[in-house]
């Protein structure tokens, strides 16, 4: 989300195609949480329901559990695999909450069949400008991604919404170069980067990625991500977030993904048009939230700040505003 969102309401992008196939899952044991703590296998192949997208992964929703009982949480794999359009879930991951925890997650997700990418996402420094916060991020990965590997594959989300509207190009190319080199120590996948303006600064990032003010991103294995929800602006054109705001990036030759979409807050942008446009594009576009929005938007109940172990979930009246878009 952007400025004006509250962070614990969050906490709290031609369509070039990738393949990542190590991304993707091929796991054909799935698995549902009948009660809190308790795993039971189904056995099978998963139902490949939509065409693999950016990465190589499908479309999918979010997942924000670190704010919910220390991260111990339960989430309605069962649920979600009855809904197949379902494929990939983007974790966030608190850097406070234990590896340990964050590790079951992603292991959870994969015995699940879902491809997976995971998010640093530091909620008291969401849209920062400052270089720090991004290089504590890579720094988090150097220290932590060995052993979340352990628990299988998966995409890294280098950074929840780092910088915000006023940052430059020649910034965001800076910074994310210094905590690339960082992340690269120990990971040679794809990078996923957040656009600045909480996920909405299409046209920075374009030029970050091009060169075009000056500095550029030099890795190449990069895919920015854009979030989209009906407050979108993009400052630096001047103009409610729109279409031709993924045409712009897209220029930038590394394609792109929605990374977050969702109907609030309130705003002008055509948000359900633009994940249209996107999808039109072969990006995946992931929807907010599954659960752990700790607002309205969560596509299941109960939401995890009432009952964050539930045995068992249904869905919400929000569900079939992301699911139809999916």
């Not at 939509?50 to 069962?78: A, E």
């Not at 925890?101 to 879902?114: P, R, V």
């Not at 400052?130 to 060995?146: F, H, I, P, R, V």
Request: hydrophobic residues 35%.
């Amino acid at each position: 989300m952007n400025s004006n969102s509250n962070p614990y309401l969050k906490m709290a992008a031609s369509g070039l195609l990738w393949i990542a196939v190590n991304t993707l899952t091929g796991s054909c044991s799935r698995q549902m949480t009948n009660s809190a703590g308790s795993d039971t296998a189904i056995t099978g192949p998963a139902t490949q329901a939509t065409p693999l997208l950016t990465l190589g992964l499908g479309n999918g929703v979010n997942l924000q559990p670190s704010y919910y009982n220390s991260g111990n949480v339960t989430f309605g794999w069962s649920l979600m695999q009855q809904n197949t359009k379902i494929r990939t879930v983007r974790i966030e991951i608190e850097p406070t909450v234990s590896i340990t925890t964050a590790k079951s997650w992603i292991q959870q997700a994969k015995n699940a069949g879902y491809g997976v990418i995971a998010t640093y996402h530091k909620a008291s420094v969401l849209g920062s400008d400052n270089a720090s916060d991004l290089t504590a991020a890579a720094n988090w990965w150097k220290s932590n991604y060995s052993s979340l590997v352990a628990a299988g594959s998966f995409t890294i989300n280098l950074m929840n919404e780092w910088g915000d509207h006023n940052l430059t190009a020649n910034a965001y190319a800076s910074a994310y170069n210094s905590a690339i080199a960082i992340v690269r120590q120990v990971y040679s996948g794809t990078i996923i980067i957040d656009c600045p303006g909480w996920g909405q600064e299409t046209h920075i990032a374009a030029q970050a990625i091009t060169g075009a003010s000056g500095t550029r991103i030099s890795d190449g294995n990069i895919v920015p991500s854009v979030h989209v929800y009906p407050n979108g602006w993009n400052q630096a054109l001047n103009h409610t977030l729109q279409n031709s705001d993924l045409d712009d990036l897209a220029t930038a030759g590394k394609g792109g993904l929605i990374g977050e979409f969702g109907n609030s807050p309130s705003g002008s942008a055509n948000w359900s048009g633009i994940v249209t446009y996107a999808k039109s594009k072969g990006w995946t576009v992931l929807g907010w939230a599954w659960n752990g929005d700790g607002g309205s938007m969560n596509m299941v109940t109960p939401a995890w700040d009432s009952n964050p172990t539930a045995s068992s979930y249904s869905t919400s009246s929000y569900f079939s505003v992301i699911y139809n878009l999916l």
